[in-house]
């Protein structure tokens, strides 16, 4: 044991010796390998990157910590495990998913804090589950502790919103950092019990901060995502998450992830929760190093959290910290934990507090006496109590408080309500036009494809005449041009599912060498990103969610590769985007592009699943609306999401640009055609686009019948792509005079008072309303109740008819035989 051996370059356990004995050899790996903190990072493929992990945990004495950081670490202990003793006795009968037996979380998150701040970051924007959380907002955020308690009191809220649970809520704070003397704004995300669902929206918003601030190294902003341990192996958002984190347009220069390893999942052991060894393992796919820490070996925490901070700071890279504890009561503080965890929480019942065991420890080595843990305890509890005392002086609460980030100077006094004209001059169309349909400059080599559709494009300009690809590149254009940033995000956006759009042009003889003509517009120019994404909707509709929430001066839109490939992004649609206005007063003017039109391509390719987003509009189909001027402009304001199926270029144009002219922010649903973009008659012209011009909530049928409305038989109510279908076999069969047929291209909010004027033009005619869809499906279960309304407003005994397929558990049929024989009954 006392034979000396040279030390090989790949390991640190020497200091700044190269020999020592066997016996120091093995006494010096087991301190570092055998004690507290298991490392893995054997999988990491960088020699370097392994060497610098290497170093931070075998170096000799590297993990001590000095007199003055372990009475810190202490006082941190004592504001962490207080808190949830203050809070279980005056409420002890309500959840508030406590820490209690990882009360090290706060420590370790504030030294994470610290390390990043030292190291340059300005921003953190925080993701976390309901598991402490109210301590996390308290003692790491530092959000008043008089609103934090407010909460518990049962108060009605004194501003808008219905509010959520208090273990749901977010909120934004800038403050001091006193360690480092430098300021750091803390924000965390509002999510709901879904609880993983928050990482990618964490991802987007620490994205969007760090694109606004030219921070395009992460070096200012970064983000910190908690899990639990059930939740990270277990949710399929957390792999679809880690696969953003080095693409190009989405990655934000490394993460921290916390995992709060309880070794329970509500009421559900490990081996029947996850296949793998551990909870982390999904994190390996990334090569992003793992930490498991003991989280009753306090300083052995700080340390590994040094570390996370140092590495995600010098590699921009993914890093795992695994507090492995447990959790002292049961999933919340009524549930009896010994019901189905006998054994485990017969150990946890006998456990010491780790407030208990470091103090004593710290006695033990002389760094503080008794009277100065007990002065420390009773100072951070005539805090809480303090706090107590004010916020029971409280009569309201405030949902505002609760924000995770405020647009500061957005809303401002802007009443009257009303949204700027949407046209714009002739000059900026052609100039857009001319610039979107020609080659690129210089020995661009683009595929001959290529050069047939931009000679089509400018045959049309030559005409003054735009098809759906030219109409969203105007309205894109035109934002660029007014200094709004505009973000294209889904699966084959860049070129469009359908070869349509064409915004990333590629060399066809050397390799990664791109033109983008919508980035070429004029030298003053807001920035446009245009990004395929990951394979991924759930995650990438998160991200690009955050993204819309950091700033309401970008228009971000999402694309979904067919209508209703959004269905495995339900949960974010359900949870933050159609309600998140009302739960977190937290507006989002993401927009949502939807193909969508039957045209006999099976199932999955046909609808958008318009029926979903309709009835997840807050609108009373059976309230008509008072009619006054600013009746439009109110009536989106009041809504939670908007809901187009454009049915026109032009349209389309108007409601993009709409998107980001309206006072406030409304998610934007638009069911975007497939047989239309290339569709003859489907094109605008620049008359319906130039200045003057609006968006269109319907288009009256301009007809040979509207001449003479009296004897009009029918009048046909439909939407989008339909339209075209039933203009041609009114044609063929002759019905002109007979049949007018009315477009409805704003669902929600519903166009009451156009539709009423609509109907009583014909006073004589059957009103049909007309849609390919199936009946159970489509718009027919939203536009009847609401078709209905005008008719009793008007005392007009009349009633809607149905045109359409008949009802089917699914979308479309698979046959092309069977698609048109339907077609035809229709």
């Not at 990491?44 to 810190?72: A, H, Y």
């Not at 955020?141 to 308690?149: F, S």
């Not at 949407?422 to 080599?445: A, C, M, Q, R």
């Not at 949870?575 to 927009?591: E, I, N, P, Y």
Request: aromatic share 8%; hydrophobic share 35%; charged share 25%.
């Amino acid at each position: 044991m006392d034979r000396l051996f040279k030390l090989p370059p790949t390991t640190f356990i020497g200091g700044s010796d190269d020999v020592l004995p066997l016996k120091d050899i093995l006494q010096r790996l087991e301190n570092v390998y055998c004690q507290h903190i298991g490392v893995e990072y054997m999988f990491i493929n960088n020699l370097e990157q392994c060497n610098w992990i290497r170093q931070k945990f075998e170096t000799p004495e590297i993990m001590t910590l000095t007199t003055d950081q372990k009475r810190l670490l202490m006082a941190r202990l004592v504001r962490s495990t207080k808190l949830e003793e203050f809070l279980a006795k005056k409420w002890s009968s309500e959840k508030r998913f406590g820490l209690e037996g990882c009360e090290v979380l706060i420590p370790a998150m504030k030294t994470i804090i610290d390390r990043s701040s030292e190291l340059g970051i300005e921003s953190i924007v925080m993701g976390m589950p309901h598991r402490g959380r109210l301590n996390v907002l308290a003692n790491v955020c530092r959000k008043p502790l008089e609103q934090i308690l407010t909460q518990f009191s049962g108060l009605e809220p004194a501003d808008e919103g219905s509010g959520d649970v208090k273990y749901h809520l977010g909120m934004s704070h800038e403050r001091l950092n006193r360690m480092t003397n430098k300021n750091i704004k803390l924000a965390v995300v509002a999510n709901p019990s879904h609880l993983e669902a928050v990482d990618p929206v964490v991802q987007g918003k620490t994205r969007a901060e760090q694109f606004y601030r030219g921070d395009v190294q992460g070096k200012k902003v970064m983000s910190i995502l908690l899990h639990g341990d059930a939740a990270f192996a277990g949710q399929g958002i957390v792999y679809e998450t880690f696969h953003l984190s080095d693409l190009p347009d989405y990655s934000t220069h490394g993460t921290i992830h916390i995992v709060v390893n309880n070794q329970v999942g509500f009421t559900t052991d490990p081996r029947v929760a996850r296949s793998s060894p551990y909870c982390t393992d999904v994190a390996r796919v990334v090569n992003a190093p793992i930490f498991h820490v003991n989280a009753d070996d306090p300083e052995a925490v700080v340390h590994v959290c040094n570390v996370a901070a140092e590495w995600r700071a010098k590699y921009g890279k993914d890093v795992v910290v695994d507090l492995v504890c447990y959790r002292r009561n049961g999933h919340n503080e009524i549930d009896e934990p010994m019901f189905t965890q006998p054994l485990m929480y017969t150990k946890i019942r006998k456990q010491i507090p780790v407030l208990d065991q470091y103090t004593k420890k710290l006695v033990d080595e002389g760094v503080v006496t008794e009277k100065e843990i007990e002065e420390e305890k009773e100072r951070y509890e005539s805090i809480l109590q303090e706090a107590y005392t004010n916020a029971q002086r409280e009569s309201k609460t405030y949902n505002k408080d609760w924000l995770d980030s405020p647009w500061s100077g957005f809303f401002g006094d802007r009443s009257p309500i009303k949204c700027d004209p949407t046209g714009v001059s002739e000059d900026i169309l052609k100039h857009i036009g001319n610039v979107f349909s020609s080659p690129p400059p210089g020995n661009f080599k683009i595929h001959p494809g290529i050069r047939r559709i931009l000679k089509g494009r400018m045959e049309m300009m030559e005409v003054r005449t735009v098809d759906w690809a030219l109409a969203e590149a105007m309205a894109y254009g035109s934002l660029l041009k007014e200094g709004i940033h505009v973000r294209l995000s889904g699966q084959d956006v860049e070129r469009g599912t359908f070869s349509h759009r064409h915004h990333v042009l590629h060399h066809q003889t050397i390799d990664k060498t791109t033109y983008r003509p919508l980035c070429q517009l004029w030298p003053d120019q807001a920035p446009y990103t245009v990004s395929n994404s990951s394979l991924s909707e759930y995650g990438v509709l998160g991200f690009e969610l955050g993204f819309s929430m950091t700033n309401p001066n970008a228009l971000v839109c999402w694309e979904a590769q067919f209508g209703d490939f959004f269905n495995t992004a339900q949960c974010i649609i359900d949870q933050f985007l159609s309600s998140g206005q009302a739960k977190w007063v937290r507006q989002s003017g993401l927009v949502l592009m939807l193909p969508h039109g039957m045209e006999g391509m099976g199932p999955e390719h046909s609808s958008g699943r318009p029926e979903r987003f309709l009835q997840l509009c807050s609108e009373d189909p059976d309230e008509f609306p008072e009619i006054n001027q600013d009746y439009p402009m109110h009536q989106l304001l009041d809504i939670n999401m908007i809901v187009v199926n454009c049915s026109t270029p032009a349209n389309y144009f108007h409601v993009l640009r709409r998107q980001i002219l309206l006072p406030f922010r409304k998610p934007l649903i638009i069911f975007t055609p497939k047989s239309l973009l290339r569709h003859p008659d489907a094109k605008s012209s620049f008359d319906d686009m130039i200045e003057g011009t609006t968006f269109k909530r319907i288009i009256p049928d301009e007809g040979e019948a509207s001449k003479d409305p009296e004897k009009v038989k029918k009048l046909l109510l439909c939407s989008g792509k339909v339209y075209y279908d039933l203009a041609k076999e009114r044609e063929k069969l002759n019905l002109q005079s007979d049949i007018v047929i009315t477009r409805v291209e704003q669902l929600c909010p519903f166009p009451f008072d156009l539709l009423k004027d609509e109907i009583k033009k014909y006073p004589n005619a059957k009103i049909t309303w007309a849609q390919e869809e199936h009946k159970n499906q489509g718009f027919w279960g939203h536009v009847q109740p609401r078709l209905e309304s005008c008719l009793r407003n008007m005392n007009d005994p009349r009633h809607i008819t149905y045109g359409g397929r008949a009802v089917s558990p699914s979308t479309a049929t698979g046959s092309k035989q069977m698609f048109k024989r339907n077609k035809r009954n229709c």
